[in-house]
């Protein structure tokens, strides 16, 4: 799960509608590394925030799960890695 360190809504209209820009960073600095970027109409807005609210404690859950998961990726594609590293040193010695 990636630390947020900036979540900006920026409301936006055009031609009589209204849209709104979901804005997710690690940077606390605007536009920097911007992990995610949605745009949602008002009820839709409306409606995420209320899904976020009633389901919170299973979409904490399910990113602990993501977590885990891709620590589990990673380590294995690490493991993967150093063995590649040692079948070229060892084609590289023979």
């Known amino acids: ?3 947020l360190e900036r979540l900006e809504v920026e ?3 055009r031609n009589k509608y ?3 820009r979901v804005l997710a960073s690690e940077d606390k600095q605007a536009g920097r ?3 995610d970027a949605h745009l949602f109409a008002p009820g839709e807005l409306l409606e995420l ?3 976020v609210e009633q389901n919170r404690a299973q979409l904490e859950q399910e990113a602990q799960e993501d977590e885990a998961r891709d620590a589990r990726a990673w380590s294995e594609d ?3 890695l150093e063995q590649i590293k040692r079948e070229w040193r060892e084609y590289g010695e023979g």
């Open 1 to 3: 799960m990636v630390d």
């Open 11 to 13: 409301r936006i209209e």
């Open 18 to 20: 209204r849209f709104y």
């Open 33 to 35: 590394s911007i992990v």
């Open 49 to 51: 925030a209320a899904y």
């Open 78 to 80: 690490m493991k993967d």
